[in-house]
C-alpha cells in the first residue's frame, strides 16, 4: 500500500495517550508524535512518552517526539495569546519543561513566539547546557518572526506554521499567502516545514472533516510542506484515529496531483 512521504504530526493527549490508541495512530501513518506543554504534568507526559515508544517498538516504526514549550502565553477563554510585556520567550517553565524533555531524550523541542534567530540561538544554548542535541523547531507565529524569517531559518532545524497566533497578527484573509510564503522560503533553504493549527478542527467532535478542511490540508501539500499537524483533533478529540487516517488519505492524494502539477511546469 502507498503511504504519503508528507509527515502526519499528530499531539498527544488525554484522548490518543493510551498505548493501544497510540498503536492505531501509528497504524494509521502517524510519524511524530507531539506533546504540548502548555497543558499536562511531567508524570503525564513521561507515560504518553513511554507509550509512544512501546507502540514504534511493536510496530517497528521509529516515531520522533516533539516537545512544544508553552513560551510566555496566557490562557483566555477563547484561547492563547502572547503574553504583553514579556522579557525573553522562554520561561522559568520552560527552562524546567526542557530539562524533562533533555532527560526523556525528546528528539525536537518546539519554540514558541521565536521573533528573531537570536532566541533560537538562546535555546540552543540552554540545551547544550545540558549536554543534550534536540533540534529545534522554530513556531512562526508572530509579525516579527515573519519580518525575520530567513534568519530564523538559518540557524532552525525545522520550522512550524503555526496559523492560531498568526491569526491574532495578520487579517486572517492574509494568512493563507503568509503561509505560501513560509513554505516557499523553507523549501528554498531546504529546511522542513510543518503546518499547523485547526486543519481539521471538526474533527474533534465530528467522525469527518468539512470539505474546507479537507481543501486546506491539500492545499498544504500541493504548496510543499514537510508535514501538516493535528493539534486538538488528535489531543482530546472524540476520533483521533479517524483524524489521523484521514489525514493521510488526504495526503496522499494531494501528493499524486502536485507530482502532475510538477511534471505540467516543467
Not at 509527515?7 to 498503536?23: D, M, N, R
Not at 540552554?126 to 522554530?138: D, F, L, S, V
Not at 489525514?247 to 499524486?256: F, N, P, Q, S, V
Amino acid at each position: 500500500m502507498h503511504h504519503s512521504r508528507t509527515q502526519i504530526v499528530a499531539t498527544i493527549g488525554p484522548s490518543s495517550g493510551t498505548l493501544e490508541v497510540i498503536k492505531e495512530l501509528i497504524r494509521h501513518q502517524m510519524d511524530l508524535a507531539r506533546l504540548n506543554f502548555s497543558w499536562g504534568t511531567h508524570p503525564e507526559h513521561a507515560s504518553f512518552i513511554a507509550n509512544i515508544r512501546a507502540a514504534a517498538l511493536d510496530a517497528g516504526r521509529r516515531i520522533p517526539i516533539i516537545q512544544d514549550l508553552s513560551g510566555p502565553r496566557v490562557q483566555t477563554s477563547a484561547g492563547h495569546h502572547l503574553q504583553l510585556g514579556a522579557e525573553g520567550i522562554i520561561t522559568e517553565k520552560d527552562l524546567q519543561d526542557l530539562t524533562f524533555g533533555l532527560e526523556q531524550a525528546v528528539d525536537y523541542v518546539a519554540m514558541s513566539y521565536v521573533g528573531s534567530a537570536a532566541d533560537v540561538e538562546q535555546l540552543r544554548a540552554k540545551i547544550k547546557e545540558q549536554n543534550g542535541h534536540t533540534k529545534i523547531i522554530a513556531k512562526i507565529e508572530r509579525q516579527v518572526a515573519v519580518d525575520n524569517l530567513t534568519e530564523i531559518i538559518k540557524v532552525s532545524d525545522a520550522i512550524m506554521v503555526a496559523r492560531g497566533d498568526l491569526g491574532n497578527e495578520f487579517p486572517l484573509e492574509q494568512i493563507p499567502f503568509v503561509q505560501r510564503d513560509i513554505v516557499s522560503a523553507c523549501k528554498q533553504a531546504r529546511k522542513p516545514v510543518i503546518v499547523a493549527t485547526q486543519m481539521m478542527l471538526s474533527m474533534v467532535d465530528n467522525p469527518t472533516p468539512t470539505r474546507a478542511e479537507v481543501t486546506d490540508v491539500a492545499f498544504a501539500v500541493i504548496l510543499g510542506a514537510d508535514a501538516v499537524m493535528l493539534s486538538e483533533e488528535s489531543a482530546l478529540g472524540k476520533y483521533a484515529i479517524e483524524a489521523v487516517g484521514m489525514m493521510e488519505k488526504i495526503t496522499a492524494e494531494a501528493e499524486k496531483h502536485k507530482l502532475e502539477i510538477e511534471i505540467n511546469m516543467l
